[in-house]
């Protein structure tokens, strides 16, 4: 594969579940990203990794959980999660995470917290 | 911080129209100023982006965008649009210091039809 891939696609889940979503980038990136997408909103971005290392946390809720085992690989691990938490998680890649670079997207994961 | 400002939300448009997508922002910093396009079902994908140099910057698939700093603006024009334009356009804007931290803007969905 090439890219950015996400798994699952489409989630759906109680308040009460665990689940995890998970991003690869095939690109030889060392910088990964996720962002939340809601309708009428802007992109809000979550998380920033550079070489594994967390980087930035936007004062993300912490039943977010985010986890980064090497540069290729980004998880999203989900837990007690809100109605309101419904929406497009997006993962992106980018090669250093310097100021001019172009961000690489996947398809996203449709989450529906019932 | 980082605003962007994106005052259409939809722009509906014959094929082979003209087309301007709005986008202004809000800084106290030096800023990259980007163009992101999302088809259905797909994630982002850069359009285009303005860094230095020509204020001026165009894509392969004929859009351009114009940084004007001094009303802080970034407007995204196409003299003639294909159905296949159809799409979400997200402005986004990093400061030009430190690590890459997008702020995007609502988006602007165009609609073209034949």
């Known amino acids: 594969e090439t890219g950015v891939t996400q798994t699952p696609r489409h989630l759906v889940m109680g308040m009460t579940n665990k689940k995890s979503l998970k991003c690869e980038q095939h690109?030889?990136?060392?910088?990964m990203y996720w962002y939340k997408q809601s309708a009428k909103k802007p992109l809000e971005l979550m998380f920033v990794y550079s070489l594994e290392e967390r980087v930035e946390n936007n004062s993300v809720p912490s039943r977010f959980s985010p986890e980064c085992p090497n540069s290729s690989h980004l998880f999203l691990h989900l837990h007690t999660l809100q109605p309101e938490d419904s929406a497009l998680y997006l993962c992106a890649s980018s090669p250093s995470g310097e100021e001019g670079e172009t961000q690489y997207f996947g398809p996203g994961t449709r989450l529906l917290v019932l | 911080a980082q605003s962007v400002t994106q005052l259409d939300s939809q722009v509906p448009v014959f094929e082979e129209a003209p087309v301007e997508l709005r986008c202004n922002y809000s800084s106290s910093v030096s800023v990259y100023l980007f163009w992101y396009v999302q088809y259905p079902n797909q994630g982002l994908q850069l359009l285009l982006k303005?860094?230095?140099?020509?204020?001026l910057v165009e894509s392969i698939n004929g859009f351009e965008a114009e940084f004007n700093k001094s009303q802080t603006s970034f407007h995204l024009r196409k003299p003639s649009v294909h159905i296949s334009d159809t799409a979400e356009y997200f402005c986004?804007?990093?400061?030009?210091?430190?690590?890459?931290?997008?702020?995007f803007g609502t988006g602007t969905r165009l609609l073209v039809s034949p």
């Open positions: 986004a804007v990093t400061p030009n210091t430190g690590f890459q931290k997008l702020v």
């Open positions: 303005y860094l230095s140099g020509s204020t």
């Open positions: 690109l030889g990136h060392n910088a």
